[in-house]
């Protein structure tokens, strides 16, 4: 079975400070990890993803994302955030039968 | 077109009326999904079709009911909804067993049940 966990529901931040989003997982297989976007009334976009290699992982817009086996996380992290990245992240686990299971989502709200 | 389009953007309807939600992806996929999205819960997976055959139906209410004529189109036909089933509903569409592909998503239609 797999399931994702998104502790954070919102996380608000001053802009061109550091985030992290944080995002746990629990899958017996070994797992493919995304995180996604969303902006009010539009569907998600795509912002980084992990199948095999270096657990390091750089998406669009300077995000960034860490697989770490061993605490079965894929925490999503940007060293300087601006007032645009305000929207609704989404981490996701995938298997091989194309079935994605999401988190509830974390609203990042970055204030001026 | 590019990517995956969803028509209407918005939608109000009647617990009566009768309605259909349409998806086209302009990708080349083979794999087709809907899914509902509501304030506070997480995405939930309602079918998922491959290569125009349904694989999966998540206990979804016989009130709503899909259709998937070819690989680049989806419908979700609607009647006799609830207010709950209030909602956006999103198409996604990927590669079937590729792993580790993502899943591209259209921008929903925004569903009004009075």
């Known amino acids: 079975a797999q399931s994702v966990t998104q502790l954070d529901s919102q996380v608000p931040v001053f802009e061109e400070a550091p985030v992290e989003l944080r995002c746990n997982y629990s899958s017996s297989v070994p797992p493919y990890l995304f995180w996604y976007v969303q902006n009010p009334n539009q569907g998600l976009q795509l912002l980084l993803k992990?199948?095999?290699?270096?657990?390091l992982v750089k998406g669009i817009n300077g995000f960034e994302a860490e697989f770490n086996k061993s605490q079965t996380s894929f925490h999503l992290r940007k060293p300087s955030v601006h007032i645009s990245d305000t929207a609704e992240y989404f981490c996701?686990?995938?298997?091989?039968?194309?079935?994605?299971?999401f988190g509830s989502g974390t609203k990042l709200n970055v204030k001026p | 077109e590019t990517g995956v389009t969803q028509t209407p953007r918005h939608l109000v309807m009647g617990m009566t009326n009768k309605k259909s939600l349409k998806c086209e992806q302009h990708l080349g996929h083979n794999a087709m999904y809907w899914y509902k999205q509501s304030a506070k819960k997480p995405l939930e997976l309602m079918f998922v079709y491959n290569f125009k055959e349904q694989t999966e139906n998540n206990s979804v209410p016989s009130r709503f009911s899909p259709e998937c004529p070819n690989s680049s189109h989806l419908f979700l036909h609607l009647h006799t909804l609830q207010p709950e089933d209030s909602a956006l509903y999103l198409c996604?569409?990927?590669?079937?067993?590729?792993?580790?592909?993502?899943?591209?998503f259209g921008p929903g239609t925004r569903l009004t049940v009075l």
């Open positions: 992990y199948t095999t290699g270096a657990t």
């Open positions: 996604a569409s990927s590669q079937w067993r590729a792993s580790g592909n993502e899943q591209f």
């Open positions: 996701a686990v995938g298997n091989n039968f194309n079935k994605f299971y």
